[in-house]
Nanobody, 121 residues
């Protein structure tokens, strides 16, 4: 049974930090590119950060560059999103997701249930 379980969300003040974690099970984690997405009310879900299956390549959406860092630990089947200098506009539900390294589409096959991040001004 595939599972992605996020944790670490919560309430933070603007300028503060949070660290999200996502533990994967039920599939070969090291063969999957992992992404963190977020969705705020009334908005479309957006890709925030992505790390390749081997961890050698990362992507960040412009709005979080220099503030967020994504990493993975294949030995622990876990990805992290370190969020610093948080802004109220970072408020959203954050989801981790997995895409097979040989997928012929850009779609992510597996999704977590999401964790709420709320940043107060």
């Amino acid at each position: 049974q595939v599972q992605l379980v996020e944790s670490g969300g919560g309430l933070a003040q603007a300028g503060g930090s949070l660290r999200l974690s996502c533990v994967a099970s039920g599939f070969t984690f090291s063969s999957y590119t992992m992404g963190w997405f977020r969705q705020a009310p009334g908005t479309e879900r957006e890709l925030v950060a992505r790390v390749t299956w081997y961890g050698g390549d990362t992507y960040y959406v412009d709005s979080v560059k220099g503030r967020f860092t994504m990493s993975r630990d294949n030995a622990k089947n876990t990805v992290y999103l370190q969020m610093t200098s948080l802004k109220p506009e970072d408020t959203a539900v954050y989801y981790c997701a997995a895409r097979y390294r040989y997928s012929v589409t850009p779609d992510y096959a597996y999704w977590g249930q999401g964790t709420q991040v709320t940043v107060s001004s």
